[in-house]
């Protein structure tokens, strides 16, 4: 059920198909290079693309800019011991620049890390820190109904360490809900699991907390020990394990940007939270506002306290299985059970005679936009050149933005998609001009219809 109205509303408007299909081929076939009001219903992302409420933009008024010991960072360090249950903060400006102080300060040359599978933020920091990135997803984790897809497969880290010594793995990470694993949650049996493992190699356990409460919402739903516990409940729970936390307020915030780490106030971790404050001084600012106003950090401080409220998360995480419901009707192959922000489809299964080299997943993104004006991102093998990971779109429904009849849209655009490939009108695509850096090369390469 609904849990909000709109007061502040931004009009959109869907271009006509003459339109839409001038505009892809000015983009270059690349839906990044499309200008947003061109676009009817933007599932780009689910992140900084939210809505805030009344309370949130009430509370940004309140902002204190001052350059040290600002009172709006207080009532953020109030909000994340209440809500999170970590009293030491490092501000940032956002879940990147949070992953760049910390991975910074935890992770050396020559080191390895694994997580239950890493965002792509993620892996470029633990890369740029010189060590190893190791995804250790459990088996067959999207072939199959598994409850809690998004979990960490604790012996294959075990087995890691075996292989390259333990004092080579400096840090354990689990990233709740598993955003490059189709959103899908973990459990705190898993991520109970995960801290006794760290404890073993005498590691650091870090969550990424990006989509804390639509985790802790998946835990109430799934399993059994915490059925009759509150949302909030179990979001501290869960992340009670941890030694750190890194957070983009931009998900689970509810905010359009910021973010921080978070340290446990254990004793033993005093030298860790020193090398991340002076970190963050460093790269995102002074440790009472770190790359965010005063009125960003209001906001922020507002938006987690909100997500945690039982009928928003059931709210938001319903939209996402009403989406995955509405195409899985119409035979679109998309993962089931639905994550927590975002549909993920199977776009080799939806195109099935267009090869990879001819980037199906691409294929389908700009179909959608020709179609009805959708936006969504491939996250297949034109993202991630040279990996052989499926081909699949990702369309993340940003938090309390659109309503049923958007949804709806979506679906009724995928049937005309469906349409034209059955008539035989949809063909595949080439890459024209790509950036030098080949792994960044979907936020900015050019493509055209092959012949
Ligand atoms: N960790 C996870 C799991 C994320 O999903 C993201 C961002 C980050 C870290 C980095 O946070 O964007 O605030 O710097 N995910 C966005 C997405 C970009 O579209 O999935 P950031």
């Not at 505009?23 to 947003?36: I, M, P, Q, R």
């Not at 400006?93 to 991975?103: C, I, S």
């Amino acid at each position: 059920m609904r849990a909000y109205k709109s007061k502040v509303v931004t009009p959109i408007r869907l271009p006509d198909r003459d339109e839409r299909t001038a505009n892809l081929e000015t983009a270059g076939y690349n839906v990044f290079n499309l200008d947003s009001d061109s676009v009817y219903v933007d599932l780009l992302t689910d992140s900084g693309t939210g809505t805030m409420s009344d309370e949130q933009w009430a509370a940004m008024m309140r902002g204190d800019e001052a350059y040290a010991g600002s009172s709006s960072f207080e009532r953020l360090q109030s909000a994340v011991s209440d809500v999170m249950g970590f009293e030491r903060i490092v501000p940032a400006h956002q879940g990147r620049g949070a992953e760049n102080v910390l991975y910074g300060a935890l992770v050396s040359e020559g080191d390895y890390v694994p997580n239950n599978t890493h965002f792509d933020t993620t892996r470029a920091h633990i890369a740029n820190a010189g060590a190893e990135p190791v995804d250790c997803p459990i088996e067959g984790a999207l072939s199959s109904d598994q409850q809690f897809a998004g979990n960490l497969d604790v012996e294959k880290v075990r087995d890691l360490a075996d292989e390259v010594g333990a004092e080579n793995v400096p840090a354990v990470l689990v990233t709740i809900t598993n955003n490059s694993l189709a959103g899908q949650p973990v459990s705190i049996e898993n991520l109970r699991a995960a801290r006794e493992v760290a404890d073993d190699l005498d590691a650091h356990f870090v969550i990424d907390a990006c989509r804390f409460a639509e985790n802790a919402y998946f835990v109430k739903e799934r399993e059994d020990e915490f059925a009759d516990h509150s949302v909030a409940d179990i979001a501290r729970e869960q992340l009670a394990e941890a030694d750190a936390i890194i957070m983009s307020g931009k998900k689970d915030g509810l905010v359009n940007i910021g973010g921080f780490v978070g340290i446990s106030d254990d004793g033993a971790l005093d030298g860790l939270y020193e090398g991340v404050r002076q970190r963050g001084i460093l790269y995102e600012g002074f440790t009472t506002y770190g790359g965010m106003s005063g009125r960003d950090i209001e906001a922020m401080a507002v938006g987690l306290r909100e997500s945690v409220e039982e009928a928003y998360v059931a709210d938001r995480v319903g939209q996402v299985q009403q989406l995955g419901e509405l195409l899985a009707e119409r035979d679109v192959p998309v993962h089931l059970p639905t994550g927590g922000h975002a549909i993920y489809v199977d776009a080799d299964a939806f195109f099935p005679d267009i090869p990879a080299e001819q980037f199906p997943g691409q294929v389908l993104v700009c179909e959608l936009y020709r179609e009805g004006a959708v936006r969504g991102v491939e996250l297949g093998s034109f993202a991630f050149p040279d990996t052989d990971r499926p081909e699949l779109v990702r369309l993340a429904l940003p938090r309390r933005t659109y309503g049923t009849d958007h949804l709806e849209h979506v679906a009724e655009t995928f049937e005309s998609v469906a349409e034209r490939r059955d008539a035989g009108e949809t063909t595949g695509l080439e890459i024209v001009e790509e950036p030098e850096m080949k792994e960044l090369r979907h936020f900015s390469a050019e493509l055209q219809p092959v012949n």
